[in-house]
């Protein structure tokens, strides 16, 4: 058995899937180990006033870039900053679609570049 960090390897083996395309399926149990708290003790919501707390950090730190960068990279920060919540957000919806709907692959949108018009 194999021990890393808080898990301990129980059982590992792998089968051939499919010859023609050459897939394979892999199968790990992991077991935890004595005094690690549960996944779902772990995982939990944010409460109202941790959220409260990131937003003041985020405007925070967006004060701290306009003040010492400028307006534009306050802006590109902005920009980015928005991207990644878009981000998140459609890869939330994907993983929701992707499980309600299991056989069903949902593809990715492709990128227009404005640069390229």
Not at 65 to 83: L, P
Request: glycine share 4%; hydrophobic share 30%.
């Amino acid at each position: 058995m194999l021990t890393r960090e808080r898990h301990v390897v129980k059982q590992y083996g792998h089968k051939l899937v499919d010859e023609n395309k050459n897939i394979y399926q892999c199968r790990l149990i992991l077991e935890r180990l004595t005094g690690q708290k549960s996944i779902n003790e772990v995982l939990h919501y944010p409460t109202p006033s941790q959220l409260d707390d990131w937003t003041l950090y985020n405007r925070i730190i967006g004060e701290h870039i306009r003040a010492r960068q400028g307006d534009v990279a306050y802006s590109e920060w902005r920009q980015f900053q928005e991207a990644q919540t878009f981000e998140k957000e459609e890869y939330i919806q994907n993983k929701a679609l992707e499980a309600s709907l299991p056989r069903y692959k949902v593809l990715a949108r492709r990128k227009i570049n404005s640069e390229a018009c």
